[in-house]
């Protein structure tokens, strides 16, 4: 969907809904990662490199699938490159992901070189030769195909007798027609050969592998589709660039290494070494580069694409130049506006550098402060943003003080405000910067008793749900941690070493599904639901409670389906339940029952 926001003026709270941002990879460019794509691209089509393989490395949500997006934009304006993109998802249950990624890549570049031949008039230029070639090089490439197809048989037939199930459909797939000039005893010798060869005749084009989502992948299919690049793929005029979190991609290698070769994950690390050449790690969002996001973000809900696109590039401009900030008012035409940089900075300000770190962090972050703002603002007219803003990101990143705050009578929450402000005592120094920020929480006690109210209404986890020692919020910042691997530590440490404060974890883990790290908790949460069966009633008693439940999203609704269908069931009758979460539950049921 586009995006949607319209900022209200500076203290007044208005259609907060417009607040909400796509959480899908981006086109365009709005962090300053078109220098980085522009790089890789001409790292990828470097003829000293007679083949290249590009890791491009970040967390969940660092702009790995949007950097991706501006690399395949780049190359697709070169005649002489050829552009595959391949989704790994394809992979699964494949029974076969070396075949699968080497047959993708083949019809990839059939493909391609069938839209050439139908668009380019003859010439003389790469892309002419190439097309005027195409008919010769797709019927090689067919026959590639055919001897990859009759390689998947005889991984059908292992598949099948292990499982002692006929795998009918991987046959159906696997048996197509034999080639008539070539033996089948040939089988995959001399694929890469013959594939180089393919190569050479396409008039010194570069064919670019863009491969996204590598780590959402199983293990096996990790090490089956570098596999297919090393052994097979990897010839003069081939390129690669995987996007994917490093460390979950050596985790899987680890463990599909150890099931298959007794012992040989301790080698996970130079396995990736030898088929990554140019190891890349997009750098995360620095404060400025926080701030020039947010304020493109606003400009892009308030004012179109264009504009965001533009401001975007000037803060690159201001970058690449040193001078900070990236971002400042008017500098394309109107926007940003001086309100956008104020709540732009007051969010980066508010925020630990942690969670704020990535765009998607930011972008889930507005999200659910919007959903809140939505809610309060159709009980109390006029409330002001700023303040707003300043009481969620208490509640966001303090909820121990926060819940101080709703449990102090009302005569009492102004003392303790201006004792937070002067940060006397024994006031955490992260307290007294919050206080100390603009606006004045002490001087608007009025819209902090209504906030207050509204949430002790309505987010019964403040005050039902047992307060979390040091340790068990440690253990929780883990299974909410941007690193795969750091939350499934944590998860194994629970499984490993029951403690008696676990439920209280794992409840206080449901209702962060509805926070800024909603899809890490919703991954640990469907983990420890699996593993931890005993863990199950507290959580399934957390995500029915009504802040969750006003806070759940369409996009929740697959994530549950799995581990929590009796939550769903639930959900689906109680009143209240918004049109498009219903149509969700109903969409996933009718799979399910399909």
């Known amino acids: 969907m586009d995006d949607v926001a319209v900022l209200a003026p500076k203290g007044a709270m208005m259609g907060a809904s417009r607040y909400l941002f796509d959480d899908n990879p981006a086109t365009q460019d709005l962090t300053g990662l078109r220098a980085v794509a522009v790089a890789i691209s001409n790292v990828v089509v470097d003829r000293r490199f007679d083949t290249v393989t590009v890791g491009l490395n970040s967390p969940w949500g660092g702009g790995k699938s949007t950097a991706l997006n501006l690399i395949e934009t780049e190359l697709r304006r070169r005649d002489d490159v050829i ?80 499982t002692l199930t006929p795998d009918v459909g991987g046959l159906v797939d696997a048996l197509m027609p034999e080639p008539a000039k070539e033996p089948a005893a ?75 070769g007794g012992g040989r994950g301790r080698f996970a690390d130079r396995y990736t ?39 975007a590039e000037r803060a690159s401009a201001r970058r690449v130049k040193g001078e900070v900030p990236y971002v400042a008012a008017n500098m394309h035409e109107t926007m940003p506006t001086d309100e956008h940089i104020r709540l732009a900075n007051q969010i980066v300000r508010g925020m630990s550098s942690s969670r704020r770190e990535t765009p998607r962090q930011l972008k889930r972050f507005l999200n659910s402060f919007a959903v809140r703002a939505e809610m309060l603002g159709a009980q109390f007219e006029g409330f002001p943003v700023d303040i707003l803003m300043k009481l969620w990101l208490l509640e966001q990143n303090y909820p121990h003080h926060f819940r101080d705050l709703v449990g102090v009578s009302e005569e009492q929450r102004g003392q303790l405000l201006s004792e937070w402000e002067a940060g006397a005592g024994a006031v955490p120094a992260e307290i007294a910067a919050w206080a100390s920020e603009p606006p004045r929480a002490s001087d608007v006690v009025v819209w902090v008793d209504r906030y207050v109210s509204f949430a002790t209404a309505t987010v019964a986890t403040l005050q ?50 509805v926070g800024d790290r909603s899809e890490a908790a919703l991954e640990s949460l469907q983990s420890l639901a699996l593993k931890r069966p005993d863990l199950k009633p507290a959580m399934s008693e957390a995500l029915l409670d009504n802040f969750v439940l006003h806070a759940l999203s369409a996009q929740h609704i697959p994530w549950l389906a799995g581990s929590f269908p009796e939550v769903l069931t639930t959900v689906r009758g109680r009143q209240g339940i918004s049109s498009e979460l219903l149509a969700a539950i109903d969409e996933e049921s009718l799979g399910v029952i399909l």
Not at 87 to 113: A, C, K, M
Not at 115 to 130: C, H, I, M, V
Not at 286 to 304: I, K, P, T
Request: proline letters at 3%; hydrophobic letters at 45%.
């Open 83 to 162: 552009v595959v993109v391949i989704d790994p998802w394809e992979f699964v249950d494949s029974g076969d992901p070396r075949g699968t990624l080497i047959s993708r890549v083949l019809e990839g570049i059939s493909i391609e070189l069938s839209r050439r031949r139908e668009e380019e008039a003859p010439g003389e230029t790469t892309k002419a030769k190439l097309a005027s070639a195409a008919v010769d090089l797709i019927s090689t490439l067919d026959a590639l195909r055919r001897r990859v197809s009759w390689s998947k048989v005889a991984q059908v037939a292992i598949k099948s007798a292990v």
């Open 186 to 260: 040939k089988g995959m010798r001399g694929f890469r050969e013959d594939f180089g060869e393919l190569l050479t005749r396409m008039s010194d084009c570069r064919v670019v592998v863009l491969i996204d989502d590598l780590d959402r992948s199983l293990p096996d299919d990790v090490l089956g589709a570098l596999e297919a690049i090393k052994l097979f793929l990897s010839v003069k005029g081939m390129a690669f660039v995987i996007a994917a979190d490093d460390d979950f991609i050596r985790e899987s290698l680890r463990g599909a290494l150890d099931r298959h």
């Open 273 to 311: 070494e030898k088929i990554v050449q140019l190891p890349f790690t997009l750098p995360r969002l620095s404060s400025a580069d926080a701030v020039a996001y947010l304020a493109a973000l606003f400009v892009q809900a308030e004012a179109g694409r264009e504009h965001a696109v533009a401001v």
């Open 464 to 513: 039902s749900a047992a307060v979390l020692d040091d340790g068990q919020s440690l253990h929780l910042a883990q299974l909410t941690d941007t690193s795969s691997l750091v939350r499934a530590e944590a998860i194994e440490r629970m499984v490993s070493m029951p403690s008696t404060g676990d439920e209280d974890v794992a409840r206080h883990l449901a209702t962060a599904i």
